[in-house]
């Protein structure tokens, strides 16, 4: 999946999330981050902390990759 936009995160993570079986708060807690938080990023505010972001795609096992254009 190439990532352009927020959305594209935030689809990502509600659909793990939803595969996971758990709530926006259970993945708050485990993320360790505030359930605000966790709807924000899913709701693609794009305003929020990239490392609590970087965080939540971790302890969900969600990886992003970074690849230069011209090396595809």
């Excluded at 959305?7 to 807690?29: F, H, M, P, W, Y």
């Excluded at 993320?31 to 971790?58: A, D, M, P, T, Y």
Aim: aromatic share 2%.
């Amino acid at each position: 999946m190439n990532v352009i936009s927020i959305s594209d995160i935030s689809e990502a993570v509600k659909n793990r999330r939803k595969s996971l079986g758990l709530t926006q708060a259970e993945c708050a807690a485990m993320c360790n981050v505030g359930n605000r938080f966790f709807s924000e990023l899913e709701n693609g505010k794009e305003s929020l902390h990239i490392g609590k972001v970087l965080s939540c795609l971790q302890m969900l096992g969600i990886n992003i990759s970074l690849i230069n254009r011209e090396d595809e």
